[in-house]
C-alpha cells in the first residue's frame, strides 16, 4: 500500500478515553475507530493483522485435524432454551426480535448451535471423532466494555467444539487443542502460559486458560520459567507435552497453591501479569444429553457424545500482542502477524533516482510493503514507521540511491545497516 492513498487515520494526540497503552497505540496508529462503547470497525492495519493471526490460528486447527465451518452470528432462542441456558445467560446475551415476533439473538458462544448441527448429521459412533471450528463475531453486552479490543462487546473468536465416543477420546482431542494453541501463540510470536481455570457459564469439569505474558495483563500470574523456554512446535508426543505443560507450576493470584510454588527452584520461580487470550473447557455430556444428541454406539446402543470446546480471542489477540510488545515511540510487530514486512521510507521525495529506487522496492514486495510516499519530512517519516510498528523500515536517501545502497532499520532492536538493495531486501524476507 502507498501510505498516501491508504486509510491510516493516524493521530497525533494521545486520545484520551483510551486507559491502556494497547488501546492508545491501536487508536493512535489508525487501526481501528470505536463505533459504539464495545464495538470496533478494523481500518486496513487493523484488518491486516487480525486476518493474520486468523490465519495462523486456523492452520494450527487445521494441523490438529479441526475441520472449519461458519455458523452464522444471529441464533434462534429456541435453541437456548433446548440446553436450559436462554434464561441463565442474562443480560450479557442481546435478544433480537425479528418481524414475526420470534426470538433471536446475536451468539454470544456456539455449543447449542454446533449441537444441534451435530444432532441432524451425525447419527453412528463411526462418524466420531469430529472438530468443527469456525471464527466468528460474537456478542456479550459486557457491563464495562473497556481497554479497546481486550474487552469489546463484538468481538472475533475461533471456537472449536469437539465430538468424541467416551470421555478418553475426549481428553485426547482437549490435549491435541492444548498443543495447537501453544504453536498458535508460539508462532504468533508471543509467551503464553497454560493454566487450570474455573469452567464459569461453559460449564463441566476441566477447563485451561491461557494468559499472553504483559506488565499490563488483568491477572497476576506466578509460573515456572520453564514455560518460557518450551518449544511447541516441535514437540511431536501429544500425551508427553500435556503432561510436561501441566505438571510445570503456574496459576494465577487467585488461585496461587504456596505448597506447589514453593517446590519451583528459586531461580526458576516467575511473577508476571497476563491476559487471557484462550480457554478450552472439557464438559462431557452436558449439552449432548440436555439437546438430546445420541448416537449409535458398536454394541447398537444409543450414547451421548462426550464434548470439548476451545475458544481464542482473535480480536483480543491484537490488543493482547500490542501489550506486550510496544515502546515509548509506539508499536513492535512480531514479523508472523505484522501487518506489513516493511516500511518503505522515501526521503526525497520527487528527486527521480530516488522515486525509482522506491518504486522498485515497492513493486518487488507486492502487497507487503507500506510505502511511504508522502511530501512529509524525514523526522515524521521515522516517527509514523515507529509507531506503526513495522519489522523492518527500508531508509531510501538521493546518496545512498545513486549507489544502489539503502539503510535498513530493525524495529525491535533500533540496529542500523547500510546495505546494498538486494542484501537489504534479502534480510527483509529472511
Ligand atoms: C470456548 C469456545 C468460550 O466462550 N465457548 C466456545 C467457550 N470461552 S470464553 O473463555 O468465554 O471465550 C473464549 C475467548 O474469547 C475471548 N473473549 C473476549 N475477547 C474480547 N472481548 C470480550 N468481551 C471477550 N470475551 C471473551 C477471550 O480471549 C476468551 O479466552
Known sequence: M????????????????????????????G???QMASGIYAWL???????AKIAQIVREEQDAAGAEEVLMPTIQS?????????????????????????RELLFGPTNEEMITAIMRDSIKSYRELPQIPYHIQWKFRDEV???????????????????????REGAVVAYKKMMLAYMRTFQRIGITAIPMRADTGQ???????????????????????????????TSATDIEAFYEQMTTIYAATDEKHDLAAWDKI????????????????????????EA????????????????????????????GAIIEAKHDEAGIIWPDAIAPFKAAILNLRQGDATTDALCEKIYASFGNEALYDDREERAGAKFAEADLLGHPWQIIIGPRGAVNGMVELKRRATGERFELPVEEALAKVRG
Open 77 to 101: 432462542a429456541d435453541l437456548w432454551r433446548e440446553s436450559g441456558r436462554y434464561d441463565a445467560y442474562g443480560k450479557e446475551m442481546l435478544r433480537i426480535t425479528d418481524r414475526h415476533e
Open 202 to 232: 461453559i460449564g463441566g469439569d476441566l477447563s485451561h486458560e491461557f494468559h499472553v505474558l504483559a506488565p499490563t495483563g488483568e491477572s497476576g500470574v506466578f509460573y515456572d520459567a520453564a514455560f518460557e523456554a518450551g518449544d511447541a
Open 291 to 318: 439437546m438430546n444428541f445420541a448416537v449409535t454406539g458398536p454394541d447398537g446402543q444409543k450414547f451421548f457424545p462426550e464434548m470439548g470446546s476451545y475458544g481464542i480471542g482473535v480480536s483480543r489477540l491484537v
Open 265 to 288: 527452584p528459586a531461580e526458576r520461580k516467575r511473577e508476571g501479569r497476563g491476559i487471557e487470550v484462550g480457554q478450552i473447557f472439557y464438559f462431557g455430556t452436558k449439552y449432548s
Open 144 to 166: 464495562r466494555p473497556r481497554f479497546g479490543v481486550l474487552r469489546g462487546r463484538e468481538f472475533l473468536m475461533k471456537d472449536a467444539y469437539s465430538f468424541d465416543l467416551d
Open 31 to 33: 487501526m481501528v475507530r
Open 2 to 29: 502507498r501510505l498516501s492513498k491508504s486509510l491510516i487515520p493516524t493521530l497525533k494526540e494521545t486520545p484520551a478515553e483510551a486507559q491502556i497503552v494497547s488501546h492508545r497505540l491501536m487508536l493512535r496508529a
Open 44 to 50: 486496513p492495519l487493523g484488518q491486516r493483522v487480525l
